[in-house]
């Protein structure tokens, strides 16, 4: 037997994960039995709006539309952060975490909350983790408007377990890789920019000595300097 099994009070990991999974399921059972009829519509349709990224791409609108260059570039932040989040979350995690969507019909959840269940697996949650990835990656370079955001995103997040089709700890997973990946996005959009400005710089650059040079080559480059020197009026012929 194990030291931790020999030693009254100590429990092993495995013993952890068990009690941490029966919070998990306690707590998703307590938010199905408890009546919120004022909450209920409200959040079902924060929820949805939320499905395939909509309401963040309504915000980025607005942020780019209103928020001058910064809001721009809080935009893209924050689309970029949604675009790494979702690509980690549903091509990697959830195919790693193939854990099974909760029974509502088992739970009792009220239809007034129910929003279409995915097909997809149900750890970490796809909209926690957009939610929080967005807000994180719109903060980066707008603090002001990530703050807001934050709250909204906690909403949706909240709303996934208030609508039935995630587990607490779904969404906990979710909230950690938004906030963890939407840097990553970040950082390395920045430096996309930052090579595609110097790019642009250098190729510019390089047009304009181009031009300069077939410029002072032409006929009328050479009377130009011939008649700044005899101090007369240039004759130019557009040769």
């Known amino acids: 037997m194990s030291q931790a099994a020999d030693r009254p009070g100590v429990r092993g990991p ?18 199905a039995v408890t009546p919120t009829p004022g909450m209920d519509v409200a959040l079902r349709r924060l929820s949805r709006a939320a499905s395939y990224s909509r309401l963040w791409l309504g915000c980025s609108a607005v942020l780019a539309a209103c928020g001058g260059k910064r809001g721009r570039r809080a935009a ?33 959840i009220p239809v007034a909350r129910q929003v279409t269940m995915p097909r997809s697996t149900s750890w970490p949650s796809g909209h926690a983790a957009s939610a929080f990835a967005f807000a994180s990656g719109v903060g980066a370079a707008w603090p002001q408007a990530g703050i807001p955001l934050g709250v909204v995103a906690s909403l949706v997040a909240y ?27 970040v950082a390395g959009s920045k430096r996309l920019l930052d090579e595609s400005a110097k790019d642009l710089l250098e190729r510019g650059l390089r047009r304009e000595l181009d031009l300069c040079a077939q410029l002072f080559a032409t006929e009328d480059a050479d009377e130009g300097l011939k008649a700044f020197l005899d101090k007369r009026p240039p004759v130019f012929k557009g040769q």
């Not at 970029?80 to 088992?106: C, E, F, H, Y």
């Not at 609508?163 to 990946?181: E, F, K, N, R, W």
């Open 76 to 108: 893209a932040n924050g689309l970029a952060s949604i675009a790494l989040t979702s690509a980690v979350v549903n091509l990697v995690l959830k195919p790693i975490g193939n854990r099974r969507r909760p029974d509502r019909q088992m739970y009792d």
């Open 14 to 31: 495995w013993t952890w994960g068990d009690e941490l999974n029966k919070l998990d399921l306690a707590a998703y059972a307590a938010i």
């Open 159 to 185: 709303s996934r377990v208030h609508t039935g089709v995630h587990y607490p700890s779904d969404t906990i997973a979710g909230t950690v890789c938004g906030v963890a990946l939407a840097p990553v996005a």
